[in-house]
Nanobody, 126 residues
Framework: QVQLVESGGGLVQTGGSLRLSCTAS????????MGWFRQAPGKERDFVAG????????GYADSVKGRFTISRDNAKNTVYLQMNSLKPEDTAVYYC???????????????????WGQGTQVTVSS
């Protein structure tokens, strides 16, 4: 089992940037694919970005392509989400998630992931 703790959320103006971090503990981080999801009030939890266990492949939701970048540092057991050019519609609670994997592929849905953090609030003011 792995425990995930997110940090780095906050309030930012439109056009600003934030970097979210998610640190894992409990098991070998490098065997897990990692993902970032977000959930706005009254809406479902949606995929934002994902990265394979070795960092070799990444995937993004269309709404964040070109603005957000996911990366990981396996030596630090941490995955990051760099968010640039933020918009009010990016406002949500952001969650990181982990899935133990045995193949190199990306995963895109809530059901694909086994472990979740508690979430961190990102608010973008207009």
């Amino acid at each position: 089992q792995v425990q995930l703790v997110e940090s780095g959320g906050g309030l930012v103006q439109t056009g600003g940037s934030l970097r979210l971090s998610c640190t894992a503990s409990g098991q070998t981080f490098s065997v897990y694919n990692m993902g970032w999801f977000r959930q706005a009030p009254g809406k479902e939890r949606d995929f934002v970005a994902g990265i394979t266990w070795n960092g070799g492949s990444t995937g993004y939701a269309d709404s964040v392509k070109g603005r957000f970048t996911i990366s990981r540092d396996n030596a630090k057991n941490t995955v990051y989400l760099q968010m640039n050019s933020l918009k009010p519609e990016d406002t949500a609670v952001y969650y990181c998630a982990a899935r133990r994997v045995y193949t190199i592929r990306l995963y895109y849905t809530v059901k694909d992931y086994d472990y979740w953090g508690q979430g961190t609030q990102v608010t973008v003011s207009s």
